[in-house]
C-alpha cells in the first residue's frame, strides 16, 4: 500500500462523512493539528505538495488481519439527532471505502468508528 493509496482512502471517507446531512465538519486530531502546523513551511518551500485538511478528521489503519479500521471525529449541527447523524456517517463512510476498495481491486473487510467531537 502507498502513501497516494491511503491518501485517496482519506480523501473518499471524508467525503463521505461532510455529505452526510447534519454534519458540519470534520475534527482533526491533536497529532493532525501539529502535523498540519509543521508542513505548511515545508509545503511553501515544496510547491504542489499539498495536505489535505479536509481529510484530517479521518484516521485510517490496515489491521494485521486484512481489516480497514476507520476513525472519523466528527462536529455536528445542533439541530439533529446525534446518534442519527452518527449511523448515517458510519454507513456512508463504509459504504464509499468498500467502494473506493473495489474500484482498486482490492476487498477487504471495513469498520467504522465515529466520535462526535461537538455540536454547534
Known amino acids: 500500500m502507498n502513501a497516494s493509496h491511503r491518501e ?8 463521505a462523512a461532510l455529505d452526510v ?3 458540519l465538519a470534520l ?4 497529532a493532525d493539528r501539529l502535523a498540519l ?7 511553501a518551500v515544496a510547491a504542489g505538495a499539498t495536505g489535505h485538511p479536509e481529510a484530517a478528521g479521518v484516521r ?5 488481519v486484512g481489516v480497514w479500521h476507520v476513525e472519523v471525529r466528527c462536529i455536528l449541527d445542533k439541530d439533529h439527532r446525534v446518534v442519527d447523524v452518527a449511523r ?3 454507513e456512508s463512510v463504509r459504504t464509499a471505502i468498500i467502494s ?3 474500484q482498486q481491486g482490492r476487498a477487504a473487510g471495513v469498520t467504522v468508528v465515529v466520535t462526535v467531537t461537538r455540536t454547534v
Not at 8 to 15: D, G, K, M, Q
Open 8 to 15: 485517496n482512502l482519506h480523501r473518499a471517507a471524508a467525503r
Open 21 to 23: 446531512p447534519g454534519v
Open 27 to 30: 475534527q482533526p486530531a491533536l
Open 37 to 43: 502546523a509543521a508542513s505548511r513551511m515545508y509545503e
Open 60 to 64: 485510517c489503519e490496515l489491521t494485521p
Open 88 to 90: 448515517r456517517v458510519r
Open 100 to 102: 473506493h476498495l473495489a
